[in-house]
T-cell receptor, first 113, second 118 residues
Framework: ELKVEQNPLFLSMQEGKNYTIYCNYS?????LYWYRQDPGKSLESLFV?????AVKQEGRLMASLDTKARLSTLHITAAVHDLSATYFC?????????????FGKGTKLSVKP | EAGVTQFPSHSVIEKGQTVTLRCDPI?????LYWYRRVMGKEIKFLLH????????ESGMPNNRFLAERTGGTYSTLKVQPAELEDSGVYFC????????????????FGPGTRLTVL
């Protein structure tokens, strides 16, 4: 059974600091997603990572994927208050491009001035 | 372009009652998924439609849950009769049918329906 573990589950950081959220998954998968959720809102897609060594960056967020270690990281650079949200990683359950996603529990990020 | 929409945004019902949740996917998206997040737990897959057909319903918790997608457009998820443990946020997501040989497709999520069973 595919399992996805995120850590930390709660993260309180000061503005301007850097931090990394980790996402481990238990079996082989060909797709990994990072989503952001603001309270009461939809899950917003941040990154889709498809291959070993993939690295994607958007603003202060950078995601990477190591399929051999079954590990993805979401690195936050010089955090700002607007980044406060819950971040989820999710892994495709089956091979192919239509399968359902298995989610981690989410990391609730709070960025304080 | 409109995103995935869900109705209602909140529903509070008593144990034993029936509730129907609705999801309107992005126009043209053949894949439609239902997920659920119970308080403090992971978002968990319920089922997957391809057009009007159920592709995978392995995540449906029991036969009190019935999902339909008549005509391959919007979908409904009915809970009858509702139990306390059904409380949570129900998300719908949709995606395009993948192009052969293309990369994995992105799932677009709706805002969710928060169901509270008293």
């Amino acid at each position: 059974e595919l399992k996805v573990e995120q850590n930390p589950l709660f993260l309180s950081m000061q503005e301007g600091k850097n931090y990394t959220i980790y996402c481990n998954y238990s079996t082989t998968s060909d797709r990994l997603y990072w989503y952001r959720q603001d309270p009461g809102k939809s899950l917003e897609s941040l990154f889709v990572l498809l291959s070993n060594g993939a690295v994607k960056q958007e603003g202060r967020l950078m995601a990477s994927l190591d399929t051999k270690a079954r590990l993805s990281t979401l690195h936050i650079t010089a955090a700002v208050h607007d980044l406060s949200a819950t971040y989820f990683c999710a892994v495709a359950a089956y091979g192919g491009s239509q399968g359902n996603l298995i989610f981690g529990k989410g990391t609730k990020l709070s960025v304080k001035p | 372009e409109a995103g995935v929409t869900q109705f209602p945004s909140h529903s509070v019902i008593e144990k034993g009652q029936t509730v129907t949740l609705r999801c309107d996917p992005i126009s043209g998206h053949d894949n439609l998924y239902w997920y659920r997040r119970v308080m403090g737990k992971e978002i968990k897959f319920l089922l997957h439609f391809v057009k009007e057909s159920k592709q995978d319903e392995s995540g449906m918790p029991n036969n009190r849950f019935l999902a339909e997608r008549t005509g391959g457009t919007y979908s409904t998820l009915k809970v009858q009769p509702a139990e306390l443990e059904d409380s949570g946020v129900y998300f719908c997501a949709s995606s395009q049918f993948p192009v052969a040989g293309g990369p994995g497709v992105e799932q677009f999520f709706g805002p969710g329906t928060r169901l509270t069973v008293l």
